[in-house]
T-cell receptor, first 114, second 112 residues
Protein backbone atom coordinates (compact mmCIF):
# COMPACT_ATOMS: atom_id res chain seq x y z
CA UNK A 1 0.00 0.00 0.00
CA UNK A 2 1.59 3.26 -1.19
CA UNK A 3 -0.51 5.44 1.11
CA UNK A 4 -1.93 7.37 -1.86
CA UNK A 5 -5.70 7.07 -2.14
CA UNK A 6 -7.62 7.59 -5.36
CA UNK A 7 -11.38 7.57 -5.74
CA UNK A 8 -13.37 6.28 -7.43
CA UNK A 9 -11.68 3.11 -8.68
CA UNK A 10 -13.90 2.87 -11.72
CA UNK A 11 -15.98 5.41 -13.55
CA UNK A 12 -18.24 4.81 -16.52
CA UNK A 13 -19.83 7.80 -18.17
CA UNK A 14 -21.11 9.03 -21.51
CA UNK A 15 -19.54 11.35 -24.04
CA UNK A 16 -20.04 15.00 -23.29
CA UNK A 17 -20.24 14.48 -19.54
CA UNK A 18 -18.00 15.84 -16.78
CA UNK A 19 -16.29 13.85 -14.02
CA UNK A 20 -14.08 14.56 -11.02
CA UNK A 21 -11.26 12.29 -9.90
CA UNK A 22 -9.96 12.63 -6.38
CA UNK A 23 -6.53 11.98 -4.88
CA UNK A 24 -5.31 12.03 -1.29
CA UNK A 25 -1.52 12.04 -1.07
CA UNK A 26 0.60 10.18 1.47
CA UNK A 27 0.78 11.84 4.85
CA UNK A 28 3.54 14.44 4.73
CA UNK A 29 3.80 14.62 0.95
CA UNK A 30 3.38 18.11 -0.47
CA UNK A 31 3.57 17.37 -4.18
CA UNK A 32 0.86 15.74 -6.30
CA UNK A 33 1.20 14.58 -9.90
CA UNK A 34 -1.46 13.43 -12.36
CA UNK A 35 -0.76 10.98 -15.19
CA UNK A 36 -2.87 9.45 -17.93
CA UNK A 37 -2.21 5.89 -19.10
CA UNK A 38 -4.11 4.63 -22.11
CA UNK A 39 -4.44 0.89 -22.68
CA UNK A 40 -0.99 -0.73 -22.54
CA UNK A 41 0.66 2.64 -23.14
CA UNK A 42 3.10 4.75 -21.19
CA UNK A 43 2.51 7.33 -18.49
CA UNK A 44 1.64 10.73 -19.90
CA UNK A 45 2.32 13.63 -17.54
CA UNK A 46 -0.64 15.95 -17.10
CA UNK A 47 0.02 18.36 -14.25
CA UNK A 48 1.84 18.77 -10.93
CA UNK A 49 1.00 20.74 -7.78
CA UNK A 50 3.23 21.57 -4.88
CA UNK A 51 1.77 22.77 -1.59
CA UNK A 52 -1.34 24.12 -3.25
CA UNK A 53 0.34 25.80 -6.20
CA UNK A 54 0.59 24.62 -9.78
CA UNK A 55 4.24 23.76 -10.45
CA UNK A 56 4.27 22.21 -13.91
CA UNK A 57 1.86 21.51 -16.70
CA UNK A 58 2.30 18.91 -19.40
CA UNK A 59 0.14 17.98 -22.36
CA UNK A 60 -3.10 18.52 -20.49
CA UNK A 61 -6.12 19.28 -22.62
CA UNK A 62 -8.01 22.54 -22.07
CA UNK A 63 -11.06 20.41 -21.22
CA UNK A 64 -9.14 19.10 -18.21
CA UNK A 65 -8.37 21.09 -15.08
CA UNK A 66 -7.02 20.32 -11.65
CA UNK A 67 -6.39 21.88 -8.28
CA UNK A 68 -4.79 21.09 -4.96
CA UNK A 69 -6.67 22.11 -1.84
CA UNK A 70 -5.31 23.43 1.49
CA UNK A 71 -5.51 19.94 3.00
CA UNK A 72 -3.29 18.84 0.06
CA UNK A 73 -5.78 16.54 -1.59
CA UNK A 74 -6.16 17.10 -5.31
CA UNK A 75 -8.94 16.81 -7.85
CA UNK A 76 -8.74 16.32 -11.60
CA UNK A 77 -11.77 17.55 -13.52
CA UNK A 78 -12.45 16.19 -16.98
CA UNK A 79 -15.21 17.81 -19.02
CA UNK A 80 -16.83 17.40 -22.44
CA UNK A 81 -15.61 13.84 -22.35
CA UNK A 82 -14.70 12.04 -25.55
CA UNK A 83 -14.22 8.34 -26.25
CA UNK A 84 -10.47 8.92 -26.45
CA UNK A 85 -10.40 10.08 -22.84
CA UNK A 86 -10.96 6.51 -21.72
CA UNK A 87 -7.84 5.60 -19.77
CA UNK A 88 -6.35 4.86 -16.39
CA UNK A 89 -5.63 8.06 -14.48
CA UNK A 90 -2.93 7.87 -11.84
CA UNK A 91 -2.16 10.25 -9.08
CA UNK A 92 1.27 10.19 -7.44
CA UNK A 93 2.69 12.08 -4.51
CA UNK A 94 6.17 12.93 -3.27
CA UNK A 95 7.66 14.72 -0.31
CA UNK A 96 9.34 17.43 -2.36
CA UNK A 97 8.75 18.98 -5.74
CA UNK A 98 12.06 18.23 -7.41
CA UNK A 99 13.50 15.10 -8.93
CA UNK A 100 15.17 13.82 -5.77
CA UNK A 101 12.03 12.39 -4.20
CA UNK A 102 10.42 9.10 -5.18
CA UNK A 103 6.92 9.22 -6.60
CA UNK A 104 4.37 7.05 -4.84
CA UNK A 105 1.42 6.09 -7.01
CA UNK A 106 -2.20 5.49 -6.11
CA UNK A 107 -4.06 2.54 -7.61
CA UNK A 108 -5.60 4.71 -10.28
CA UNK A 109 -9.08 5.54 -11.52
CA UNK A 110 -10.19 3.66 -14.60
CA UNK A 111 -12.37 5.93 -16.72
CA UNK A 112 -14.55 4.47 -19.45
CA UNK A 113 -16.36 6.87 -21.75
CA UNK A 114 -19.15 5.27 -23.78
CA UNK B 1 10.39 15.23 -24.80
CA UNK B 2 10.37 11.93 -22.96
CA UNK B 3 13.39 9.68 -22.40
CA UNK B 4 14.02 6.80 -24.78
CA UNK B 5 14.15 3.20 -23.55
CA UNK B 6 15.54 0.04 -25.10
CA UNK B 7 14.69 -2.67 -25.70
CA UNK B 8 10.91 -2.31 -26.04
CA UNK B 9 10.40 -5.82 -24.75
CA UNK B 10 12.48 -8.73 -23.54
CA UNK B 11 11.68 -12.34 -22.70
CA UNK B 12 13.86 -14.24 -20.27
CA UNK B 13 14.01 -17.60 -18.57
CA UNK B 14 14.22 -17.65 -14.80
CA UNK B 15 17.80 -17.12 -13.70
CA UNK B 16 18.88 -15.15 -16.78
CA UNK B 17 20.12 -11.57 -16.73
CA UNK B 18 18.78 -8.50 -18.49
CA UNK B 19 19.77 -4.89 -19.08
CA UNK B 20 17.33 -2.07 -19.77
CA UNK B 21 18.63 1.23 -21.08
CA UNK B 22 17.30 4.74 -20.74
CA UNK B 23 18.67 7.78 -22.54
CA UNK B 24 17.73 11.38 -23.06
CA UNK B 25 18.54 14.14 -25.53
CA UNK B 26 18.27 16.60 -22.65
CA UNK B 27 20.57 16.82 -19.66
CA UNK B 28 19.80 14.29 -16.95
CA UNK B 29 20.27 15.37 -13.35
CA UNK B 30 18.74 12.27 -11.89
CA UNK B 31 16.98 9.13 -13.10
CA UNK B 32 14.21 7.18 -11.39
CA UNK B 33 13.27 3.57 -12.12
CA UNK B 34 9.78 2.13 -11.58
CA UNK B 35 8.15 -1.22 -12.23
CA UNK B 36 4.51 -1.69 -13.11
CA UNK B 37 2.86 -5.07 -13.04
CA UNK B 38 -0.13 -5.64 -15.25
CA UNK B 39 -3.23 -3.97 -13.83
CA UNK B 40 -1.34 -2.38 -10.95
CA UNK B 41 0.21 0.97 -10.12
CA UNK B 42 3.87 1.73 -10.85
CA UNK B 43 6.15 1.05 -7.91
CA UNK B 44 9.34 2.97 -7.16
CA UNK B 45 12.57 0.96 -7.41
CA UNK B 46 15.42 3.45 -7.07
CA UNK B 47 16.83 6.90 -7.80
CA UNK B 48 20.21 7.59 -9.35
CA UNK B 49 21.40 11.07 -8.39
CA UNK B 50 25.00 11.31 -9.55
CA UNK B 51 27.00 10.25 -12.58
CA UNK B 52 28.44 6.77 -12.33
CA UNK B 53 26.58 6.02 -9.14
CA UNK B 54 25.16 2.55 -8.76
CA UNK B 55 22.33 1.68 -6.46
CA UNK B 56 20.87 -1.66 -5.67
CA UNK B 57 17.54 -3.16 -4.82
CA UNK B 58 17.51 -6.93 -4.20
CA UNK B 59 19.17 -8.33 -7.33
CA UNK B 60 18.32 -5.23 -9.31
CA UNK B 61 20.91 -2.49 -9.68
CA UNK B 62 21.39 0.53 -11.88
CA UNK B 63 24.02 2.91 -13.14
CA UNK B 64 23.85 6.49 -14.29
CA UNK B 65 26.25 8.25 -16.64
CA UNK B 66 25.28 11.91 -16.70
CA UNK B 67 27.86 12.77 -19.37
CA UNK B 68 26.31 10.27 -21.75
CA UNK B 69 22.83 11.22 -20.51
CA UNK B 70 21.90 7.63 -19.97
CA UNK B 71 21.08 5.10 -17.28
CA UNK B 72 20.95 1.32 -17.29
CA UNK B 73 18.97 -1.06 -15.10
CA UNK B 74 20.51 -4.46 -14.43
CA UNK B 75 18.38 -7.44 -13.45
CA UNK B 76 20.49 -10.34 -12.26
CA UNK B 77 19.32 -13.95 -11.96
CA UNK B 78 15.79 -12.88 -12.83
CA UNK B 79 12.83 -14.25 -10.92
CA UNK B 80 9.24 -14.73 -12.05
CA UNK B 81 8.29 -11.77 -9.85
CA UNK B 82 10.44 -9.46 -11.98
CA UNK B 83 7.92 -9.62 -14.83
CA UNK B 84 6.33 -6.28 -15.60
CA UNK B 85 6.96 -3.05 -17.42
CA UNK B 86 9.94 -0.97 -16.36
CA UNK B 87 9.87 2.78 -16.72
CA UNK B 88 12.66 5.28 -16.30
CA UNK B 89 11.63 8.76 -15.27
CA UNK B 90 13.25 12.14 -14.98
CA UNK B 91 12.43 15.79 -14.58
CA UNK B 92 12.76 17.81 -17.77
CA UNK B 93 11.99 21.39 -18.68
CA UNK B 94 8.61 21.75 -20.32
CA UNK B 95 6.69 24.73 -21.62
CA UNK B 96 5.22 25.34 -18.18
CA UNK B 97 7.71 24.28 -15.54
CA UNK B 98 9.72 21.13 -14.82
CA UNK B 99 7.78 18.09 -15.96
CA UNK B 100 8.40 14.68 -14.45
CA UNK B 101 8.23 12.46 -17.52
CA UNK B 102 8.65 8.75 -18.11
CA UNK B 103 10.11 6.73 -20.93
CA UNK B 104 7.76 4.52 -22.98
CA UNK B 105 8.60 1.48 -20.90
CA UNK B 106 10.28 -1.88 -21.40
CA UNK B 107 8.09 -4.95 -21.03
CA UNK B 108 9.93 -7.78 -19.27
CA UNK B 109 8.55 -11.30 -19.25
CA UNK B 110 10.27 -13.93 -17.14
CA UNK B 111 9.30 -17.49 -17.98
CA UNK B 112 9.80 -20.59 -15.81
Amino acid sequence: DSGVTQTPKHLITATGQRVTLRCSPRSGDLSVYWYQQSLDQGLQFLIQYYNGEERAKGNILERFSAQQFPDLHSELNLSSLELGDSALYFCASSVQAGNNSPLHFGNGTRLTVT
Amino acid sequence: QQPVQSPQAVILREGEDAVINCSSSKALYSVHWYRQKHGEAPVFLMILLKGGEQKGHEKISASFNEKKQQSSLYLTASQLSYSGTYFCGTEQAGNYGQNFVFGPGTRLSVLP
